[in-house]
């Protein structure tokens, strides 16, 4: 805090105290902070307008006083004595005090004392001077709620429930108390602001909020994790029957529905639940527990909770190993692509190969894919990831040239990070040129939710992958719940109906009138339809009277190595000249 020009030119003008001509009253009364005068025994002699603004005191109420008149007791003994020590020594002193207005009032301000020398440089007063910090304590306040706060549902954030744990904690040492931490995740609550819009999803979690917010006690915790995530402690619970009570009780509370706008939402919640003290003293070991045993909860059915339990350990043992292995076989390019077939129906022809990454390593052996890939697309390793699929595809595509298969397009499957990413479609031309290869070599498959993100984005990108040459796919059609127009405005090529809607469609009508509905639309909007996961003859026969355009399953053939797909390759070919 600086102290105005004016005032410090007043100081150069001092002469003497007793006859106050060390300061003009003019100058006096145009200085905007609080200024008081006092003499060598800090009796108070004049005050400015700005003082009795502050203060609420007249200048003849306080003229003949001390300073003590403004005392809060905020500050003890001990604080006035090291001020007036550093001004004995320094001939100064400025820092935050708290004092007292007239009506009782304590109030915050920043203060700076002086002594004021005749021409001997004899001391023979002291001025302060001083500015109200009120409304920057009061902005300071709001400011620190705010950082404290989720601005959403107003519950504290993370930030918040660490500080606050952090103390609950530590008071609790000393006493025998229990605290049961609950870390919840929305099931679905992805496919709520994908299909409705994040207004409702905003609108949801609020109603989610409170819900929650009716099981809890005062002292309870309660933060918004982050996007569906919350975070629950419990306070002095008696044993684990009550968090069992607790977990109950959510489960409940969150899968009734919810109506928002009119509309009935249903979600439920996976939960995890760490205890204070048997899993862990500190808030990060809780919190990271009750994490992990959320994760068991969600893999294993959802809309339920978990304890904690040692066996854990090993899935976070697990997740450090894949780290480090996924990284390493990144930088050396140690992923396999496996190829599946694209049977066309009515000419019984392969027209087409979808390449399936695989991955083994030595230390955890054959990693699934939905293991290695889901990681990867938490931690943004997808993306270089997918940049080293794109080049094995480009040798395999040489590979399958010399061998006499040429026209056979190598579907690939893409990742919504990477295509969200500004530089996709710069990256892969560079492997494509790098390769020597055309785009036509290659059929893209997006899923619907990953072209649903960012339209006009997305459309951009999908006329210029068009105008490069690439075919491009809608993988896993119809598990989106997403709007069709999307069809009507992308340049696709194929929709590949999900898995799902196959696998009972000679067993349920309306799956059955699902997928007719599906390819008569798709051939309306000048589109061939892919049908994947068929393993049944009924199937393909079905799909045939339906009119689909291709069959890809393991009725046909697993995903194989390139080694023996070409081997397949062959086969089919001695096959279908046999007959």
Request: aromatic fraction near 10%.
């Amino acid at each position: 805090m600086n102290i105005s020009k004016d005032f410090q030119e007043t100081r150069k003008m001092s002469s003497t105290i007793n006859n106050c001509e060390y300061i003009t009253p003019k100058i006096l009364e145009a200085i905007s902070e609080g200024v008081m005068i006092t003499d060598i025994n800090s009796k108070i002699i004049d005050v400015n307008p700005a003082f009795e603004f502050v203060t609420g005191y007249k200048k003849e109420e306080v003229v003949g006083k001390k300073p003590d008149v403004l005392r809060s007791g905020v500050q003890g003994i001990e604080f006035y004595k090291n001020m007036w020590s550093e001004i004995t020594h320094n001939g100064e002193w400025q820092g935050e005090i708290w004092n007292r207005r007239k009506t009782g009032d304590i109030y915050p301000e920043w203060l700076k004392i002086m002594s004021i020398h005749d021409e001997t440089d004899r001391i023979i007063g002291y001025c302060g001077v001083f500015s109200d910090l009120s409304d920057e304590k009061e902005i300071e306040s709001e400011l620190k709620k705010r950082a404290m706060t989720d601005s959403l549902t107003g519950v504290s954030n993370r930030f918040a429930y660490s500080e606050r744990m952090n103390v609950l904690l530590n008071s609790s040492k000393s006493h025998n108390y229990q605290h049961a931490v609950f870390f919840i995740d929305l099931d679905r609550f992805k496919q709520v602001n994908d299909t409705l819009g994040h207004v409702i999803g905003d609108q949801l979690l609020i109603e989610v909020t409170k819900r929650i917010q009716t099981l809890l006690k005062n002292k309870d915790i309660l933060a918004r994790y982050g996007g569906d995530e919350f975070v629950i402690t419990f306070t002095d619970i008696h044993d684990s029957r009550e968090a069992v009570y607790y977990g109950k009780k959510l489960v409940e509370l969150l899968e009734k529905p919810f109506l928002i706008e009119g509309q009935k939402i249903y979600i439920s919640a996976s939960i995890g639940i760490s205890i204070y003290p048997h899993d862990g003293l500190e808030t990060e070991i809780l919190v990271n527990k009750a994490d992990k045993a959320m994760y068991y909860a969600k893999d294993n059915g959802k809309n339920q909770f978990v304890f904690y339990f040692d066996e854990l350990k090993t899935d976070v043992k697990r997740a450090l190993l894949l780290d480090q292995e996924l990284r390493m076989a990144i930088k050396d390019n140690c992923f396999e692509l496996y190829y599946q077939p694209k049977i066309d129906i009515r000419e019984h022809r392969i027209i087409g190969v979808e390449a399936l990454v695989r991955w083994k390593n030595e230390r955890l052996g054959n990693v699934p894919p939905s293991e290695f890939i889901s990681y990867a697309e938490e931690t943004g390793l997808i993306i270089p990831i997918s940049e080293c699929i794109l080049e094995c595809a480009c040798t395999d595509a040489h590979t399958l040239e010399r061998k006499g298969f040429r026209n056979l397009p190598i579907a690939i499957n893409i990742s919504s990070i990477h295509f969200h990413q500004q530089n996709f479609i710069h990256s892969i031309e560079k492997i494509l040129e790098k390769n020597n290869l055309p785009a036509r070599k290659f059929e893209l498959e997006l899923t619907e939710r990953t072209i649903m993100e960012n339209e006009r984005e997305t459309i951009l990108k999908l006329i210029t992958l068009k105008q490069m040459g690439f075919k491009l796919s809608v993988d896993d059609f119809g598990t989106g719940y997403s709007s069709l127009s999307y069809l009507v405005q992308f340049p696709l090529d194929y929709l590949k109906i999900d898995r799902s809607f196959i696998q009972q469609i000679c067993s349920l009508n309306d799956k059955q009138a699902v997928v007719d509905a599906i390819i008569q639309m798709a051939h309306r909007l000048k589109m061939k339809v892919i049908a994947e996961g068929v393993e049944q003859r009924e199937q393909v026969k079905l799909l045939g009277k339906l009119d689909c355009d291709m069959i890809q399953g393991y009725y046909y053939s697993r995903p194989l190595p390139l080694k023996e797909f070409m081997e397949f390759l062959e086969f089919w070919e001695l096959e279908l000249e046999g007959k």
